[in-house]
Structure formats: structure tokens, C-alpha cells
């Protein structure tokens, strides 16, 4: 079972090039497909009054954010099912992935969701229904092979949390919902990186979490207290589910790490420690 289990994965993403949505407003109309909001090239408008409202432009960019998230999912999906990583990293992936479409799919534009009309089209049902799929068959091989070793427990919490706060929208400006995910950009990465920080020190983290040295303790901390911050910023100025939960998890990290080098006698690299608030900073500085 486990040798086909790239399969579903590697289908998710050719589905990609197929048409995600059609986006109605004002008798203009655009298809984008996933790769369109992967790469953010806006699809070509058609309809009256086409060059009054790059359509297309909007469309990528409410949805690019999300569409990259869950791209990214399935491709981590498949590169854990071909390297025969620990089966948890595949279903991580995928949980990822197939949550970044459904909420990609529900999340509201505030009011100009009265004047536009969106149909789901073949490329995300293919893209959930194969990973799905695939997340199917990769919870049951890691069933399989063993009881999940899942413990300790704390860093598995912390990246969860920081995961789903960095992918659930929340309330922004006039009401549309906005995310930390929507500034996932291939193309300009730099305008990703600060919040990408947390997303991937946690998931360091987890990978870790048996034998985190000192080195990647001190970066953590570092990195964590810098996004963490600004996390706090956005928790004080529109509480929500999402900045919540995104402080929920730095907060629970950083007390791991140090808990865990302190009960070992081994404070964390101060070294490594100035340089996570180095990149942090440098990411905080380099985003739009």
C-alpha cells in the first residue's frame, strides 16, 4: 500500500492545471486554474466592460494565498510518500492541503460577495477528491506500521496551532476576510517569509522534538518571540480564532524549548538566539 502512496498526491497537483473556479461580477467573467493562483498570473477577463475591473487580478490574489498553501500541502504530501518518511508527515500534509481548499472555498469577500458568483470547477474537486484520497491511505499506513509515536506532545500542539492560525481567515478591513496565508507568493517570496517564520520553526520543531539541540532551541526562540510580538499586536487589535491560536502556538513552542534545554542544564545558544531574531527581523522588514 505504501508504494502507491505517492499516486493521489501526484494527481492533486496535475490537477492544478485545470480550471479551479469561475468568477462572475458584472457580466465579466474569468476561469482561473490552479495555477493561476499558484503562480498569480491573472486569467484574461471576458465580458463588457472588462477593462473598468482587472477581475482577474483580484480573483488570484484574494484566492493565490490559499490555492499556494494547499499546493505546498500536497506537494510535502508526496515528497514524505517517495522519501518513506514517518507516515505522520504525510497526513499532516495532506490535512493541510485539503484544508487550504476548503477554506479557500467558503471564505467570504464581505460585500462583494452579493454581486459575485463563483462555481467550483473540475481541478478542485479532482485536487480534494484525489487528496483525499490520499490522505485516506496515508492515515491507514501509518496505522499500519505502528502506533503513532506522537509523544512528546507539546511540539505536535504548538505547530497544529500555528498551522491552523496561519491558514483560518478572519475578519480584515470592509469586512472581507483576510489570512496570514494570503501573503504566500512563489513569485515574491520575500512578502511570505515573516509569517512563514513560525510555520516553519514549528514544524522544525516537531521534526525535532526528540533531539532539539541547542543550536535549533536558541534559533526557535529567537525567531518565535519576534513573530510572536506581532502576533500579540493583531490579538490586541482584532481578537480572533486565527491570532489566537497563532500566539497559542509560538507561546506553547517557546516554552518547550526552553523547558526542555533547562531540564537538561543547557540553556539555548545565545548565538543561534540572535540569529532567529535577526531573521525575524529581517523577514518583519522585507514584507509589504
Excluded at 69 to 97: P, T
Amino acid at each position: 500500500m505504501r508504494r502507491f502512496l505517492w499516486v493521489p498526491f501526484a494527481l492533486a497537483l496535475a490537477a492544478f492545471v485545470l480550471p479551479f473556479a469561475t468568477v462572475s461580477c458584472d457580466g465579466m467573467q474569468v476561469e482561473p486554474s490552479g495555477a493561476d493562483f499558484v503562480l498569480r498570473t491573472p486569467p484574461e477577463a471576458t465580458g463588457p466592460d472588462r477593462e473598468r475591473l482587472d477581475l482577474g487580478g483580484l480573483v488570484v490574489a484574494y484566492g493565490g494565498g490559499l490555492a499556494t498553501a494547499a499546493f505546498l500541502g500536497f506537494a510535502f504530501a508526496l515528497l514524505a510518500a517517495v522519501r518513506r518518511w514517518d507516515g505522520g508527515w504525510v497526513v499532516l500534509g495532506a490535512a493541510a492541503a485539503l484544508a487550504s481548499l476548503l477554506l479557500l472555498q467558503t471564505r467570504s469577500a464581505g460585500e462583494a460577495e452579493e454581486v459575485t458568483d463563483v462555481e467550483v470547477r473540475e481541478g478542485a474537486y479532482v485536487a480534494f477528491g484525489a487528496g483525499a484520497a490520499g490522505l485516506a491511505l496515508g492515515a491507514a499506513t501509518w496505522l499500519r506500521d505502528g502506533r503513532p509515536a506522537l509523544r512528546p506532545a507539546w511540539p505536535l500542539v504548538g505547530a497544529l496551532l500555528i498551522v491552523f492560525g496561519y491558514l483560518w481567515p478572519f475578519e480584515g478591513a470592509a469586512g472581507v476576510e483576510t489570512a496570514y496565508v494570503d501573503t504566500l507568493d512563489l513569485r515574491e517570496p520575500w512578502k511570505a517569509a515573516f509569517w512563514a517564520v513560525p510555520v516553519a520553526v514549528g514544524l522544525a520543531l516537531l521534526a525535532r522534538r526528540r533531539r532539539a539541540d541547542r543550536r535549533l532551541a536558541g534559533f526557535a526562540v529567537g525567531a518565535l518571540v519576534v513573530a510572536g510580538l506581532e502576533v500579540a499586536g493583531d490579538v490586541w487589535d482584532r481578537p480572533g480564532p486565527a491570532p489566537l491560536a497563532l500566539l497559542a502556538g509560538i507561546v506553547t513552542l517557546v516554552g518547550w524549548a526552553i523547558a526542555g534545554q533547562w531540564s537538561e542544564r543547557r540553556p539555548p545558544a545565545r548565538a543561534w538566539l540572535l540569529a532567529g531574531v535577526a531573521v525575524a527581523l529581517a523577514a518583519w522588514v522585507a514584507r509589504p
